[in-house]
């Protein structure tokens, strides 16, 4: 298994430019994540699905969106890139259930600056 | 939503157990403790949750108190290879999980 990756890895952007981002799990999890983490900062949360065809707004939702129109897949798009959008963003999953269903696994992450 | 209160900092000597505190005093009764460590600049990393009971597994023991308002993580051997930053978690409402910006552990040669 792969587990969860992440697509790019690094990318630099011009303010204003668009881009996506493509999160993939292979463990057939309901649940996604795309987290945010700035310097010095814990993670935070962008958006969120439950799964297939859902999708719902985390801690800091403005500036993204995001589709899952696969079970497999995460999609988290920045339609107008802005330098305080420079962050490391993080992919996670987890399967459904109680107890051991909430751990998440997380993919590497994408560094993403915008000047 | 539960919250977490964690130090911001704490060294270990290598070979002797780490100890990384939590206290999370307004826990609900149905809210699982979490422990996540993220080394270097890594995804975080899943490491033990508990309920009510002490837990333990091939990485760590996790320590609840009684009345659940605080929890222990503990490493019985650190090495070099578990400075990281730790993470300890109360499930929030819905289905979201919130760090915090945890417990910068540095394990000392």
């Known amino acids: 298994n792969a587990g969860v990756t992440q697509t790019p890895k690094f990318r630099v952007l011009k303010t204003g430019q668009s881009m996506t981002l493509l999160c993939a799990q292979d463990?057939?999890?309901?649940?996604m994540y795309w987290y945010r983490q700035d310097p010095g900062m814990g993670l935070r949360l962008i958006h969120y699905?439950?799964?297939?065809?859902?999708?719902a707004k985390g801690e800091v939702p403005d500036g993204y969106n995001v589709s899952r129109l696969k079970k497999q897949n995460f999609l988290l798009g920045l339609e107008s890139a802005a330098p305080s959008q420079t962050s490391v963003y993080f992919c996670?999953?987890?399967?459904?259930?109680?107890?051991?269903?909430?751990?998440?696994?997380f993919g590497p992450g994408t560094r993403l600056t915008v000047t | 939503d539960a919250k977490t209160t964690q130090p911001t900092s704490m060294d270990c000597a290598e070979g002797r157990a780490a100890n990384l505190p939590c206290n999370h005093s307004?826990?609900?009764?149905?809210?699982?403790v979490y422990w996540y460590r993220q080394i270097h600049s890594q995804g975080p990393q899943y490491i033990i949750h508990?309920?009510?009971n002490n837990e333990t597994n091939e990485m760590a023991s996790l320590i609840i108190t009684e009345d659940r308002k605080s929890s222990t993580l503990i490493l019985p051997h650190a090495t070099l290879r578990d400075t990281a930053v730790y993470y300890c978690?109360?499930?929030?409402?819905?289905?979201?999980?919130?760090f915090g910006t945890g417990t910068s552990l540095t394990v000392i040669p």
């Open positions: 307004t826990i609900s009764g149905n809210e699982y």
């Open positions: 463990m057939n999890h309901e649940y």
């Open positions: 996670a999953s987890r399967g459904s259930g109680t107890g051991s269903g909430y751990e998440q696994y």
């Open positions: 508990g309920l009510k």
């Open positions: 978690i109360v499930r929030a409402t819905g289905n979201q999980f919130y």
């Open positions: 699905s439950v799964g297939e065809g859902t999708t």
